[in-house]
Structure formats: C-alpha cells, structure tokens
C-alpha cells in the first residue's frame, strides 16, 4: 500500500537474537490478538497519511527498573 501511494515506509526492528538478548524473557501475548492490532495500527497510519511517511518501531523500554516491549507506529498524516 505505501508503495502504491508513494508513501516512505520505515521499518525499524532489531534482528531476532539482538531483540531477544535485550528482552531476556519470555514475552506471553495473544498471537490473534496481537496481529490484528498491528495490522490496524499499520492501515490506520497508511489510510490517513497522503504524502510523508510511516514509521514502525519495536523496541525494549527500560522504566523504573521494569522493562517494557514497545510497538509504535507513527506517520506524518
């Protein structure tokens, strides 16, 4: 789709071993869920940004000594 609407599409993820030696536990989440809510992050940024870019980061955050997986998704729509 960002192809199609001449969009810049910025994905920016660690790789798997690198991303998972930050986490250094097991994440539990609902696979179902969790892809559904992705996806409509993503069609969301897509379906109202008209010119720009979209942007998805998956990081690990650490707060008050927890540590927090983020997933963000931005566009300049």
């Excluded at 810049?8 to 869920?33: C, R, S, T, W």
Aim: glycine content about 6%; some cysteine.
């Amino acid at each position: 789709m960002a192809e199609t609407f001449g969009l810049d599409y910025i994905i920016d993820i660690p790789l798997a071993d690198e991303f998972n030696q930050d986490v250094g536990d097991k994440v539990y989440l609902d696979h179902d869920m969790y892809e559904t809510i992705v996806f409509n992050l993503c069609s969301n940024a897509l379906k109202h940004t008209w010119n720009g870019r979209v942007t998805i980061r998956l990081y690990v955050d650490y707060k008050d000594k927890n540590k927090m997986i983020v997933l963000e998704v931005s566009d300049t729509g």
